[in-house]
């Protein structure tokens, strides 16, 4: 139920929304997604996937056989990496939201200077609304909470909606049932 | 009123790119903005934020203070900044001392407030506003015209223009590659900043945490590639607790561009990680410029529960034909005005506060709920204070007040100008008064007043007596609507008095903000109205009806006088509209309309004061209804026909497309006929037809509901 007005709501904002039951399958996903998007791009766009994933050593290696796939998320490779990939920690159903703590650097560059941001999250981290959410949070300790709600976008000339500005021109978020929250 | 000032005025309305894009971007809004507050509801939601702005305004002092603690703690250095030269000179120390030659800044409007990027200029640095619209107006070298979209008003060829040359290509005006364009000249900029700026549009004072909304992923940027950020932000963006950060970014939003959320939120506390491992040195610079003197206020305190949004611009019916640069400052609109006279000098608002035609549309969506336009009548208030009244309004108001004296004086310009007047209207006007008829024709001035044609009606004897309050235009230029009430009325077995002594109810005198003049006009119709034996105070023009039950009592309160405050609230009480009190007849079985007619379509337009300040938009539909009338809704049915009292006198050059843009809406419908409640609204319309080629009927629902009841009275 939440789950459905999630995906309404944020296909609304023109995010891409899917749904996996385990880990494996979204991985199954991910490692299609990566190798399809390296052989549509004759440059050899790299991918960085962000620490936060917590992936188990056969995962990393299944994701490591992609092509252009890195694990240390530079500042430099950010601003080149063609795809960011990393894990949230809540969505907000009544806006389509992901909400993450970003206060790791490498959270935000993976989330923002890439052109494709593909974020998993769990999906026990659904909230039905915002004022729920904040209840649960002490920004104390999550010093830069960070709200995605579709990919980038603007308005700014004569009122003509235009995606991707200065952060991620498409936003792709894969629920996971049986993903854990981050430490 | 200033000539450059009207000038500014004549350039935008005769900008179409301006208008078109507004225009188009205010019938959108409404749509959309309805949409995205759909299932919430928006009353509870202002009624919260209202509540919390207000107890952190009321409370800056120490709410500052326990921001500054609390970010400090976080290892955050807080500066609170008196005088916008306070805060230049904080920021460039910190950029001195780190050496800055490169900045980067996310959308502030409290930057622009005091023009920080001129200062860092000054001082050798390379500024690069970030927000696509911000960049767009910096290298246009203009000001914002909107707070929340800066560069409305420019087209994608204009863009084009600037982006060419700040690229050094020739560029096409695709609005996709433009923004591109700008995606690939400022992404190096963002990553070799040395310091990043900018605003914020909530801080918390329990955590020290401030939040930052945008939809381009700039702010986020700017908050994480330099290695020094520095924030700046108005007090008034304080709220006490983290959960009231909630109610706030829920309206935000909405009310802005109607978006559910923006695409990107940031909450930050405190000093986060660089990316190279370092931690970044955090600046929040809390500016006061002159916010803890309004706070202080008693009226203006509730300008500072201001979220920003600028939903006062997007549903106001004179921006989007004027656009934001006429206001002349930074801020624009409704609440830019109000802003204005602050931060800058209340003489700075003397020619911008007579744009706003005091229709009442921004007060509905304010998640603030700020009363904006009461404050701008009161800053028309401190403005007379200070500078007196023009000598001819002097003049006026002397002869406005005599109602015989003013009656004789207009029929007889009316009969001097007999060339001019045919039939019931008055076409053309000569010389320097000819604006007042470009597109409108006004009413011709009835030989005899309706004061003087009502002792010559008969009466049958009614069980309930109701005094009539008819207002100078029924009473000098429309009397057979008030002879069409006192037959509704009788039929309902009230008997009907005037009041002799009963003069203008203060309303020009209150719009010009001339308070004495409207107290002394509100004194002497008590003293007129206050009957014994009168069961009601009736009046058939919801301006009227407005100052009689609400502002006479307002008015003794804006200037502190009490001795009549009991009297103003006994009037009040007894002080009804016509369509209200008629509904309440029908309803009482004392009216009763014939069973099934089919008398036609009609539209209805909504009058200001009806809507708005009366809260009556749904008697007079229903009464037409029951009469036999099909009503057909117009769009934009309550928006203000550009009347406004002495608006459309002053200001003709905005009034006429105002009512353009209604006798479109109206003749959309197809309806034969409009009614509405106002004779004002009647002078207007039905002037604006008098013109037209294809015109529709114009009636006050009295004259229809008097044609129903009482066939063959005319």
């Not at chain 2, 203070?65 to 703690?73: L, P």
Request: hydrophobic share 45%.
């Amino acid at each position: 139920m939440m789950y459905e007005r999630f995906k309404t709501k944020a296909t609304g904002a023109q995010a891409e929304v899917h749904r996996f039951p385990t880990r494996a399958a979204a991985l199954d996903f991910l490692a299609g997604f990566l190798n399809q998007e390296q052989s549509a791009d004759a440059q050899n766009a790299t991918a960085l996937v962000a620490a936060s994933m917590g992936l188990a050593d056969a995962e990393r290696e299944r994701l490591a056989a992609c092509p252009g796939v890195h694990f240390d998320v530079t500042r430099e490779r950010a601003a080149q990496a063609m795809i960011g990939i990393s894990q949230m920690d809540w969505a907000l159903a009544d806006t389509g939201t992901l909400v993450h703590d970003a206060t790791a650097a490498e959270e935000r560059l993976v989330s923002t200077l890439p052109a494709i941001h593909i974020a998993l999250v769990p999906s026990s981290g659904l909230y039905p609304d915002l004022p729920s959410l904040l209840a649960q949070i002490d920004p104390r300790r999550s010093r830069y909470l960070a709200f995605i709600t579709g990919p980038s976008r603007t308005a700014d000339i004569e009122r003509v909606l235009t995606i991707g500005v200065h952060g991620p021109k498409r936003l792709i978020a894969l629920f996971v049932d049986d993903l854990k929250a981050r430490a | 009123m200033d000539n450059s000032f009207k000038n500014s005025i004549q350039t935008a309305l005769h900008n179409a790119n301006l208008t078109g894009a507004l225009g188009k971007f205010s019938e959108a809004y409404k749509v959309n903005r309805a949409r995205a507050y759909e299932g919430i509801d928006f009353e509870a939601l202002r009624g919260r934020i209202s509540e919390r702005k207000a107890f952190a305004a009321a409370h800056l002092d120490e709410m500052a203070a326990r921001f500054a603690a609390n970010a400090e703690a976080t290892g955050a250095k807080v500066f609170r900044a008196k005088s916008p030269d306070d805060v230049k000179t904080y920021i460039l120390d910190v950029a001195r001392r780190h050496g800055v030659k490169t900045v980067v800044k996310s959308k502030s409007m409290a930057s622009e407030e005091i023009h920080l990027n001129a200062a860092l200029e000054a001082a050798g640095m390379t500024v690069s506003e970030t927000d696509l619209g911000e960049w767009i107006i910096q290298l246009a070298g203009q000001r914002p015209s909107h707070m929340v979209m800066p560069a409305i008003h420019m087209t994608k060829e204009e863009v084009s223009d600037l982006f060419s040359k700040a690229v050094d290509e020739r560029l096409s005006s695709d609005i996709p590659r433009l923004v591109q364009v700008a995606r690939d000249t400022l992404r190096p900029r963002f990553l070799e900043a040395d310091l990043g700026i900018t605003g914020g549009n909530i801080a918390v004072a329990e955590t020290g945490s401030f939040v930052l909304v945008t939809n381009e992923g700039n702010a986020r940027l700017v908050s994480s590639l330099p290695k020094v950020h520095i924030a700046l932000i108005g007090v008034e963006k304080l709220v006490e607790r983290f959960e009231d950060v909630g109610p706030i970014l829920q309206a935000l939003p909405k009310s802005a561009t109607a978006q559910a959320l923006t695409s990107y939120v940031s909450i930050i506390t405190g000093p986060v990680p660089n990316t190279d491992g370092s931690t970044k040195e955090l600046h929040i610079v809390l500016m006061d410029n002159r916010r803890s003197e309004m706070a202080a206020d008693p009226q203006f305190k509730q300008a500072l529960q201001c979220i920003r949004c600028a939903s006062c611009l997007n549903v106001c019916p004179i921006f989007r034909l004027v656009g934001g640069h006429v206001f002349g400052k930074v801020y624009t609109g409704g609440i830019g005005t109000i802003l204005t006279a602050w931060f800058h000098a209340l003489k700075s608002s003397e020619d911008i506060q007579g744009l706003c035609i005091q229709c009442g549309a921004c007060k509905e969506v304010c998640p603030g709920k700020i009363d904006i336009p009461e404050l701008i009548m009161e800053l028309r208030r401190r403005l007379v204070q200070e500078e007196g009244l023009p000598f001819i309004q002097k003049a006026i108001f002397a002869v406005v007040n005599n109602r015989r004296l003013f009656h004789s004086m207009m029929r007889t310009a009316s009969l001097a100008d007999r060339p001019f007047v045919k039939g019931r209207f008055i076409r053309h006007l000569p010389l320097f008064l000819a604006d007042l008829t470009d597109g409108r024709s006004l009413p011709a001035i009835a030989p005899v007043p309706f004061r003087d044609r009502f002792t010559r009606i008969v009466q049958p004897k009614g069980k309930e007596k109701a005094a009539f309050f008819a207002g100078c235009l029924i009473d000098f230029a429309y009397p057979e609507m008030g002879e069409a009430l006192v037959r509704i009325l009788n039929k309902a077995g009230i008997e009907v008095v005037f009041p002799d002594a009963q003069t203008c109810c203060g309303a020009p005198a209150r719009y010009s903000g001339a308070y004495e003049v409207a107290a002394q006009n509100a004194i002497d119709n008590i003293k007129a109205l206050s009957l014994d034996g009168v069961t009601y105070v009736i009046s058939a023009c919801p301006t009227c009806t407005a100052a009689l039950a609400k502002e006479f009592e307002s008015t003794f309160e804006s200037l502190g006088q009490t001795e009549w405050i009991q009297q103003a609230r006994a009037l009040a009480a007894k002080t009804v509209d016509f369509s209200t009190l008629v509904e309440r007849l029908v309803a009482a079985g004392r009216l009763t309309f014939e069973e099934g007619r089919a008398l036609g379509t009609v539209t209805y337009h909504d009058s200001c004061h009806l809507k708005r300040t009366l809260r009556a938009d749904q008697p007079p539909r229903s009464l037409l209804r029951r009469a036999g009338y099909e009503v057909k809704e117009m769009a934009e049915c309550d928006t203000c026909c550009g009347m406004g009292g002495s608006y459309s006198l002053k200001l003709p050059e905005i009034s006429a497309p105002m009512l353009q843009r209604k006798l479109g809406n109206i003749r959309a419908t197809g309806a034969e006929t409009v009614a509405m409640d106002c004779p004002g609204c009647v002078m207007q319309i039905r002037g604006g037809f008098d013109q037209a080629d294809r015109p529709v009927r114009v009636s006050h629902t009295l004259e229809l509901l008097d044609e129903a009841l009482n066939p063959g009275s005319l």
